[in-house]
């Protein structure tokens, strides 16, 4: 790469530029990193071929098989918006065939008046590296004369530049996934992956507020005589592109031994995306919340209660194949979403089916407790870890609509591979300044599993970025700070992480979108996916509010927001562990799947946008209020889920609120549900019970519907409302 002279200002400064388009050292000596600014970035042009196919946004997405490309006339032009003046050095074109013979590079700070850093009127197309100076926040490409008949057609458009004053050399990509990633092959004996499995279970099966965190990978290839017992945070995958590619002889096994055949605490676990034939015919997986079950092909029955049928708390499923039955048994409530199934066994209050081929009918609520909605509106599955065959990547599967069955049913699931060289991989004691610029320099990023204590919130602003935990990556805000913000952009996909809230007050674990945000995203939604949140427990965590989607379009699929109800000593109680709200959706057309939303002091959720939909909701009230008047006043407490009177349209179906008010059993709540009695705002099949007779929660929706109460257990229902 050329390089620039050494040049002193007049007064003796230094004033040089050091290798070009790598480090810049300033006048007071400090150095800026060049960095990657346009990638993910908001990208616009004067036109698009097609009606809208090779969008702008194509050209700064990283991958270099996706194109913008331009009517088929001169001028034309793409630019893309950095969010913030910058200081640019360098810019990179890979052109298509249909190039620019003629253009300009400009920059401008205000998106109308532009300033010329580069033009050339003999450029020939195929890669071009430029090396440029000017500042600015909008940078162009602007074309005048074409190579060919066609338009201009880019497959990137890559900007570089000052790192923002984060300092320091750029941060590589890629490397190590840590120790506690455990990689198993085929080659291994299977005593030897038997024997591993084994000594992290014991570490892990009772470990419920424990620091151990762990991914057993298994690489493509079939496995013999394996049980993998999976205890807390302990996350099973298999390393294939589909589940077929990891075949597993054996069981993947989630008991309640530990816990006198009770499943109710069965926690913070997870498999995915491997094949089973389970040895005598039923894969056992008795779980309740943060326990997801993903892209799973379980050849013959999957069983959803502890041996002995002992007591169970729901849990989620999706994008997996039974083949057999589902057994539900004593699941209290659970969602299947996107799934095949050959068959459904039972269930106690609130079973929902979403997208599910072979789901039963829903016909007779609540006697069955089915709710079955045909197909899923709008989804993306999660993105998840593979092994390529030379080295890792994660994919991120296609956005789908209207949709029903697994995505990998005729080969592999749409969508795009990123290379890990494209992520920064934190390892615990990283801080998140660290990852603040790993993030600003345009890399996607990957927690290893275990604690982060950050002293500073992680920003994601790129669009497209996507952040993903392995074996429930923890993330501890101190000093009262939001853990996570991200940008009002498009596709940000956040997955697979536990917030555990610190003991300084933060506002926010997670925010989704600024305050105010208004941009319109259907066509490529942020997604929130098995992200939990945790407030008390571990340590005597305090948040006002959980997780705060202010962004558009938003999918939640899959979420336990969790105020503790036990944990370790001191950590629990009313004034110890503090945290009004799980969650809060301000922005419009917010679709939920799966919605696990517990014990917080004030109202569990609140939903300020319009448009929202929920597609099944479980929620106990909080178990410690110390008399009625310490809950609220004026009032008997506060509705588990609360619709704001602004709101015009809403619609929910599978909601569950239950009491157990095991502090004071003589407290009340005066309703499960509070939504505003308009005709676009529904509910439907919807419940209540009192958990044991400790407490009462009066009406179901409103005014409307029997008090849940009495030590039978027995639910309250409302079928539909209004």
Known sequence: MRR??????????????LAAGL???????ATAAEVLLSQGKPATASSTEASGAYAASEAV???????????FSDPQWLQVDLGTSRSISRVELSWETAAAKAFQIQVSDNGSSWNSVYSTTTATGGNQNLTVSGTGRYVRMYGTQRTTGYGYSLWEFKVFGDDGGTGGPTIPGGGSLGTNVVVFDPSMSSASIQAR?????????????????????????TYNGLNIQVGFYT????????????????????????FQGNATQNFWRSTENLSVYPVNGTNRWAVSQAAPFRRMDIHGNLNLAPNGYGWASGGYIADSRVSGSLGQYSQQQWLTRNSQIASNTNGVWNQMFVGVQGAPSGAGYPNPPYTTIASTPVIREKPYLYHTGSDYAVFVPSLRTNSTGISWANGNTPGTSIPLSQFYVAKPGDTAARINQALAQGLNLIFQPGIYQIDQTINVNRANTVVLGLGYATIIPMNGVTAMQVADVDGVKVAGILFDAGTTLSPNLLVMGQSGSSANHAANPSSVQDVFLRVGGYIAGKATNSLLVNS????????????????????????SALGDHGLIVNGNDVTGYGLFVEHYQKYQVIWNGNGGRTYFFQNEMPYDPPTQAAWRTGANGYAAYKVADSVNTHEAWGMGSY?????????????????????????????TVSLG??????????NTGAPAQGTATVPSYVVNFP
């Not at 480090?23 to 000596?29: E, M, R, V």
């Not at 095991?662 to 439907?684: Q, T, Y």
């Not at 007779?693 to 409103?702: A, K, R």
Request: charged letters at 15%.
């Open 693 to 702: 007779g400790n407490g009462v929660i009066d009406h179901v929706v409103n």
């Open 197 to 221: 499995a084994d000594e992290i279970f014991r570490q892990q099966e009772t470990a419920q507020f424990g620091t151990g965190r762990w991914v057993l990978a298994f690489k493509p290839g």
């Open 659 to 687: 009491c157990y008010f095991n502090v004071n059993p003589s407290i009340h709540a005066d309703r499960g549900f509070e939504v505003p009695v308009k005709s676009g705002v529904r509910l439907h099949n919807v419940l």
């Open 4 to 17: 620039s002279p050494w040049r002193l200002a007049a007064a003796g400064g230094l004033v040089a530029v």
């Open 23 to 29: 480090t810049t050292i300033t006048a007071s000596g």
């Open 235 to 258: 996350s099973v995958v298999g390393l294939g592109q589909n589940p077929q590619d990891v075949r597993i002889n054996g069981d993947i096994t989630v008991d309640a031994g530990w």
């Open 552 to 575: 558009n379009n938003v999918i939640i699929d899959h979420i336990w927001a969790w105020r503790a109800d036990h944990g370790n000593a001191g950590t629990y109680s009313w004034t």
């Open 61 to 71: 997405d990283g991958n270099a098989g996706t194109r913008w490309s331009s009517a």
